[in-house]
Every structure is written in structure tokens, then in C-alpha cells.
């Protein structure tokens, strides 16, 4: 069992960053993928990025996502991050950590993540 709860969101102008964070409780964090993902107002949830239970390696939706956004990971505090710079309008949505046990890290569904965190909203105004 893992709780996540996440911190970090808010409303910034275009073109200025946040930094999200999720922090877990419950054992063998690095043994969980940790994703992130987001659902904007009459959208579905998406997946934005993912990091591997083995700290091997990220994922991301798409080059956009990845030229803007970094995923980390400190398994030391528990923590996954989420760095998001030059944010867009478009960016803004609801954004969910998620955890799946030693899942693979490339897949975008979210039905293959077992635990998620309450959600943080973050704003883009143009």
C-alpha cells in the first residue's frame, strides 16, 4: 500500500516554471514506478512522464513534454518530482502522481497504475 500526496501546483503566467512534488508513504518507494499525469477540464487523463522503479531511466508523453519537463525521483526522501519550464496555457490541468509496483515505466495508461495521489492543480494564464 502507498499513499501519495502531492504539492507544488498553482497559477503562473505563461512561460514560467513550477516544480511539483509527490511525496509517498508506505515502504519500498524505489521499487514503484512513479508517473506523473494530468487531466485538463472535459479531457480525459494523460500521461506526462514516468520514471522507473529501478531509477534506470524516464519517459515522457512526447519531445514537447520532454524539452520542458523533467522527472526525478529521490528515493532517499521518497519524493518524485516534476519540473515543468516555460509553461503553456495548455499546460494547464490537474496534475496526478501515480505509482505502479515494478511495472514498466513506458506504459502510458493509466489503468496500469495501482495507487494515485489527490491531484494538484496548476493554472497557465496567458
Known amino acids: 500500500q502507498v499513499q501519495l500526496v502531492e504539492s507544488g501546483g498553482g497559477l503562473v503566467q505563461a512561460g514560467a516554471s513550477l516544480r511539483l512534488s509527490c511525496t509517498a508513504a508506505g515502504r519500498s518507494f524505489g521499487d514503484y514506478v512513479m508517473a506523473w499525469f494530468r487531466q485538463a477540464p472535459g479531457k480525459d487523463r494523460e500521461f506526462v512522464a514516468s520514471?522507473?522503479?529501478?531509477?534506470?531511466?524516464?519517459?515522457y508523453k512526447n519531445p514537447s513534454v520532454k524539452a520542458r519537463f523533467t522527472i526525478s525521483r529521490d528515493n532517499a526522501k521518497n519524493t518524485v518530482y516534476l519540473q515543468m519550464n516555460d509553461l503553456r496555457p495548455e499546460d494547464t490541468a490537474v496534475y496526478y502522481c501515480?505509482?505502479?509496483?515494478?511495472?514498466?515505466?513506458?506504459?502510458?495508461?493509466?489503468?496500469?497504475?495501482?495507487?494515485w495521489g489527490q491531484g494538484t492543480q496548476v493554472t497557465v494564464s496567458s
Open positions: 501515480a505509482a505502479d509496483y515494478k511495472g514498466s515505466y513506458t506504459l502510458m495508461s493509466d489503468y496500469e497504475y495501482q495507487y
Open positions: 520514471s522507473s522503479w529501478a531509477s534506470t531511466g524516464t519517459y
